[in-house]
């Protein structure tokens, strides 16, 4: 009959499953009969119980529960009448991890603690199955929401498994890896990392490089980094799992289902919501064919991707999947359950934002009805029921009990925190979930706002603006602190983003208090909050590299960092490259990439680690960044003939801060979303040469933007710092009248350029930080690089022209740009240009490019707005050596430059990727952080016939004594005198960044 289960098994359908259920059945049955008569056993029974115990096994494998409780069923009676002790003992562990997998956790319970007590009397001790009695037991417990018991079961299993194995053994890694899990249920995320990190310590000495028990260590690391907030980190760890069970064919397994909405879940809280919810079908797919509808693992799917349409405002069809998970939830688990706790508060979550209040207080109050009776009052996401439920009190002008709900929060979150009063706020130590406080924080910080709104009195409003104040400043430290704790970029950034509306709405309440106290010391704090809102990633990274030469870090040190980054960099740029190709990439590439990607940025954490505890002084001056003052910019910075225009784009306003030499203003605007489509519309009007479109929008956005700050900008060079889709427009451009033309003449109208040179800075204390930067003066004047793109194939020695150079346009005037401008410095001061087939990739790394003062590129750029990294300078020529002739963002991070100006002479080479709170991410950004002091740039495509006259133009300018501004200005006026060249086609593109 096994050999007939067997083969009806591997068909592996709905019939051969029940039959084969049937089947077992009746042998059970008759076994039970015969034992009731009192048959004898001869030797066939026993092969036949051995038998019964090997499929039992492999059904359990083979996720096929019911059919393998029935085996173990029907062969346990028979191991214990022969004295099998070990198999009955874990025969009876197999049936508590089948009941555990069915989510029946009282009948998992009793089968394993017979498992105990029958093993305690007949097997010797130390025994390796009592130890996996005792492990199971813990996974149901922890599963069961009773978190010290599953670790005191775990203590139990690991002090087995230490006696027989030592410590070195996979055996004991795998109880270090679920005491970790336990910790992480109970957000003690620190021990968490701690036994994980033991897990995976003992497991890379023991087991094989892709075993799949990596793969689970690595999936709950993951868990862990997703909720310390840090999602770039964790997806690392939950790729590395996917290849893990990849390379074994473990793509139909519960655990491959696990890491798939993992995956899901950290792409939601990074915005990238396609690539979030593709993850979580896939997910939801492969759980509901390995388990069915009704079980917890497919309620999880649902509950993310009702999350993740949550985030997209698709709030009907969110609630729908939320409610699929209550529903699936309270089927299969106690109300108590933490799972059900969860389950209600997304409910909730859904229903507040339909405006369904009632039913979402009752989803709240469900859920903290159910935690308190299990997960206890000291659980973060008690906390965070608590935090919805505010904000629905809020929703409903309950101020008072929204306070409530959100001190409630601060305590769960914050243990050695007791609230004396809606004013009070916790310290930062030991607090439980550094999110949920960020969430409750942000919360409070509102409830103050509209506390503040309905006032009568002006001190009781002062008060209430004071405490807004007071929290926002707690709060911006708890972002410095996750931030610094970040080591990868890309975390940073997502948390700069969701925490910019916190820095809108400081400066808001600033504003507020300014207006009704007079006090200007209220304004100055609303400029530093605009400047912690801005560029704070690159400005970071920028400090980062002044404090180790500061802290006397010794070169092999900083010499191995450089070849760590050297390394991330070109495994990063390969993975991208091979995932950009869509469902056309390799693979195993991919995997490849991946894994040294993985293996390097480990080797990067530890070396930042180990420089941070070896040189305290680093580690001090790397955290000891503060935003730039008023007076320092003043003091240190602006000249007479310098304004600084800073710009704050909120939900609700617009702040512009004006600061010069000797005053300091700040205006508020109501937030015109009109004006994001002005701004699309007079770019589309400068492209096409539209002279109506253009003009209308140029004044409206004069008008909005430059109009009230007027008085204090006439004549003077703007330092504009930007803000959002502010990034977009070129400000010269903007027309200070309202056009009156009868006839199409562009050298006619009012620009600001005829009444103001502009220079644009990522943040005022990024420039602060190019000023304070000691260069030392180049020997060497002008490097010039001018690739001519004619022809494709071979080079004249033989060598192939890079395939990926080829495919772009010819640039015929490049060659004579570059040599023209060359000729302007004298002979002997170092010049050199690259050019034509000689201006390769490798020929311009070749140069000492430190030693040269201006740095100038005529040459294509590609600009990638989804992998900003991957925007690049485009070399031709003959392909030299490993250099594939694209000079990436990612790579000039890598360079180091010493020069007074790069430009970049080639089409939207100051375009990419808009972050909120960091700016654009792009080739400009690169060359900054590399050592630029300044970079002149383009934000969209430029003309092939003007743009070598106004180079020429630019150069002679400010070789003659001209600021780089004042020169740069000069030259798009000479265009604009010009008929054929006085369109803002062929002049507004190119604008100057950096000092």
Request: hydrophobic letters at 40%; one cysteine or more.
């Amino acid at each position: 009959m096994v050999i007939l289960i067997h083969t009806v098994l591997k068909k592996n359908t709905y019939y051969a499953e029940w039959l084969l259920f049937f089947l077992l059945t009746l042998t059970v049955n008759s076994f039970s009969t015969a034992q009731e008569k009192g048959e004898r056993v001869d030797s066939s029974f026993i092969k036949q119980a051995d038998a019964d115990y090997t499929l039992g096994e492999n059904l359990y494998k083979a996720n096929k529960y019911d059919s393998s409780i029935i085996m173990f069923t029907k062969a346990l009676p028979a191991l214990k009448k022969i004295r099998d002790h070990d198999r009955y003992v874990m025969g009876l562990v197999y049936l508590g991890r089948n009941y555990t997998a069915k989510e029946l956790y009282k009948e998992a319970i009793s089968q394993l603690m017979k498992a105990v007590d029958y093993g305690k009397k007949t097997l010797p001790e130390p025994h390796f199955n009592l130890a996996q009695a005792y492990n199971s037991l813990g996974i149901v417990q922890r599963r069961k929401g009773d978190y010290d018991k599953a670790l005191e079961y775990f203590e139990k299993s690991l002090r087995v498994r230490r006696a027989l194995f030592g410590e070195l053994h996979g055996e004991v890694a795998k109880v270090y890896g679920n005491m970790g899990i336990v910790y992480w249920s109970k957000a003690d995320y620190e021990t968490a990392l701690e036994y994980l990190n033991k897990s995976i310590e003992v497991e890379l000495k023991t087991l094989k490089e892709n075993n799949p028990q990596l793969a689970n260590s690595y999936n709950n690391i993951g868990l862990v980094f997703w909720n310390m907030g840090d999602n770039a980190k964790a997806l690392e760890y939950y790729f590395k799992a996917i290849d893990i069970h990849k390379n074994n064919n473990r793509e139909n397994t519960p655990d491959y289902g696990d890491v798939l909405n993992n995956i899901g879940i950290a792409y939601r809280a990074m915005e990238e919501y396609d690539k979030a919810l593709e993850c979580l079908n896939k997910s939801l797919v492969l759980r509901r064919e390995l388990f069915g509808e009704i079980h917890p693992a497919v309620a999880a799917n649902y509950l993310n991707i009702g999350t993740a349409y949550t985030s997209l405002s698709m709030h009907r069809k969110a609630l729908e999947y939320q409610k699929k998970s209550l529903d699936i939830r309270l089927q299969v688990y106690e109300k108590s359950h933490p799972f059900v706790v969860k389950a209600y508060m997304n409910t909730g979550e859904a229903f507040d934002a339909l405006g369904m209040y009632d039913s979402a207080m009752y989803c709240y109050k469900q859920s903290l009805v159910s935690a308190f009776e299990k997960a206890g009052p000291y659980h973060p996401e008690v906390a965070e029921t608590y935090c919805g439920l505010g904000k629905v009190y809020d929703e409903l002008a309950d101020n008072e009990k929204a306070f409530d709900c959100y001190q409630k929060a601060m305590e769960i979150v914050v243990p050695e925190y007791k609230s004396a009063s809606k004013y009070s706020l916790p310290d930062l130590k030991n607090v439980r979930s550094e999110l949920v406080l960020l969430t409750a924080l942000e919360l409070n910080a509102g409830t103050f706002e509209q506390s503040a709104t309905i006032q009568s009195k002006q001190q009781a409003r002062i008060k209430e603006y004071e405490a807004a104040l007071r929290t926002y400043k707690l709060l911006f430290a708890l972002v410095e602190r996750i931030e610094n704790r970040f080591v990868g970029e890309n975390s940073k950034l997502v948390l700069e983003g969701k925490s910019s509306r916190s820095y809108e709405g400081a400066v808001r309440i600033a504003l507020a208090l300014f207006e009704l106290t007079g006090n200007k010391a209220y304004t100055e704090q609303a400029f530093e909050f605009s400047e912690r809102s801005k560029s704070r990633v690159l400005l970071s990274a920028m400090i980062d590299s002044r404090a180790k030469q500061y802290a006397g870090v010794p070169d092999s040190l900083l010499r191995r960092e450089y070849q760590l980054k050297v390394d991330l960099h070109s495994f990063e740029q390969l993975l991208n490259e091979e995932l950009l190709k869509g469902k056309k990439a390799d693979q195993e590439k991919v995997t490849d990439f991946r894994a040294k990607y993985f293996d390097v940025q480990r080797k990067f954490e530890s070396h930042v680690q180990r420089l941070e505890k070896k040189y305290p002084t680093y580690h001090a001056l790397k955290y000891a960044a503060a935003p730039a003052t008023i007076s320092q910019l003043q003091r240190s910075l602006l000249t007479r003939d310098d304004v600084l225009v800073e710009y704050l784009l909120g939900e609700r306003t617009l702040s512009i801060f004006v600061i010069s030499k000797t005053g300091f203003e700040v205006v508020e605007l109501p937030n015109d979303t009109l004006f994001e489509t002005a701004i699309h519309q007079m770019r589309e009007g400068i492209a096409f040469r539209s002279f109506v479109q253009y003009t209308r929008n140029a004044s409206d956005l004069y008008d909005y933007l430059l109009r009230p700050i007027e008085k204090y900008i006439a004549g003077k060079h703007l330092i504009i710092v930007r803000d959002g889709i502010l990034h977009l427009v070129p400000f010269e451009a903007l027309l200070t009248e309202h056009h009156t033309l009868a006839d199409e003449h562009y050298d006619k109208l009012p620009y600001l350029l005829r009444h103001n040179s502009t220079s644009y800075i990522p943040s005022a204390t990024l420039l602060l930080e190019l000023f304070s930067r000691k260069n030392v003066e180049p020997p060497k004047m002008y490097l010039s690089v001018a690739p001519s793109f004619e022809g494709t194939g071979e080079g004249s020695n033989g060598k192939v022209v890079s395939e990926r150079a080829q495919g772009f346009s010819p640039l015929p005037n490049a060659e004579s740009e570059v040599k023209q401008i060359g000729e302007l410095f004298p002979t002997a001061s170092g010049v050199h240009a690259i050019v034509g087939e000689e201006a390769n990739e490798q020929s311009f790394k070749r140069n000492d490019i430190w030693n040269y003062k201006y740095i100038h590129f005529a040459t294509h750029v590609t600009v990638n707005y989804r992998q900003p990294e991957l925007s690049a300078i485009v070399f031709s020529g003959k392909q030299d050596g490993s250099e594939d002739n694209f000079l990436y963002a990612g790579e000039v991070y890598n360079l180091a430059f010493n020069a007074s100006m790069i430009v970049l002479s080639g089409c939207e080479s100051g375009s990419g990727k808009i972050v909120k709170g960091e700016g654009i991410l792009g080739l400009t950004r690169a060359f900054l952080y590399a050592g630029a002091s300044n970079l002149v740039v383009s934000l969209w495509q430029v003309a092939d016939k003007s743009t070598p006259e106004l180079m020429l133009d630019f150069y002679r300018g400010f070789l003659e004594g001209k600021s780089k501004g004042a020169a740069l200005r000069q030259a798009k006026l000479n265009l604009i005198k010009e008929h054929e060249t006085s369109a803002p086609l062929f002049w507004s593109p190119f604008i100057l960044v950096g000092k």
